[in-house]
Each structure stands twice: as structure tokens, then as C-alpha cells.
């Protein structure tokens, strides 16, 4: 009966390590998408900022506010790429680049496609994070 009892408990060891593994993955998961949706979501109401400070040809404000978006993203990247192919992340600092050169030239039909662009990009990080029966297979 010594043999069944250590047994039993090796086994509820790794029942009990097994379900607490579990369940920090699953917690690492639902921060990940909180994380991610806050983030984009932030980063979608500044961008939106720009374009009405463009629209409105307050090229000063759409550069200051540039400025805060791109220094957040630059903290933001670092973190999502744990999360993320690199190609996504990139596609969305290519747009910054482009979205920096409008600006600094004033040109606005460009800077204001290249912000929808940017909104597209950063709306499909957050859709790619969400828990969904379809982004699981």
C-alpha cells in the first residue's frame, strides 16, 4: 500500500502542476489580448486625432501628436512582437515612415490615405489577437 500511496501522490503532483500550468497560460493569453486591444485602441483615437488636425490643416498639432503616437508605438512594438509576426509590426512602421514624410511636407491627400492605412494596420493586430473561434485555426 506504500507503493499505491506514493504513486497517487506523483500523480497528483502532476495533476496539480499540470492544471496550474494551464492555467497561467491561459491568464498569459487573456493578458495578451487585453494588452493588445488597449493598445490598439489608443493608438486608433490618435491616429484619429491626426487626421482631424490634418482635415483641419493644423499641420503643427498632426506633428505633435505624430510625434506622441510614433514614440508610443516604438514602446508598443517591443512588446507585441512577442506576440506578433514580424511582417504585421512592420507593415505598420512602414506606414509611419510614409505618415512622417507627408507631414514634414504637408501633403495632405497622402497623409490623410496613409493615416487610413495606418487605422487598417493597427485595427488588424488588434482582430488577429482577439480570441475567435477563427483566429484559432
Do not use: P
Amino acid at each position: 500500500t506504500k507503493q499505491f500511496r506514493k504513486k497517487g501522490a506523483d500523480i497528483m503532483k502532476t495533476v496539480i502542476f499540470s492544471a496550474a500550468t494551464f492555467i497561467l497560460i491561459v491568464l498569459l493569453i487573456l493578458f495578451s489580448c487585453y494588452y493588445t486591444a488597449k493598445k490598439s485602441d489608443s493608438l486608433k483615437d490618435m491616429v484619429l486625432q491626426i487626421a482631424d488636425a490634418i482635415e483641419k490643416d493644423d499641420w503643427a498639432e498632426g506633428g505633435r501628436i505624430f510625434a506622441k503616437v510614433k514614440e508610443d508605438w516604438e514602446k508598443t512594438q517591443k512588446r507585441l512582437a512577442m506576440l506578433f509576426h514580424h511582417d504585421e509590426l512592420e507593415d505598420v512602421g512602414i506606414s509611419f515612415a510614409y505618415l512622417e514624410s507627408y507631414i514634414s511636407s504637408r501633403e495632405k491627400t497622402n497623409a490623410l490615405s496613409e493615416l487610413s492605412v495606418l487605422e487598417f494596420e493597427i485595427s488588424h493586430i488588434k482582430e488577429t489577437n482577439n480570441l475567435r473561434l477563427e483566429n484559432l485555426f
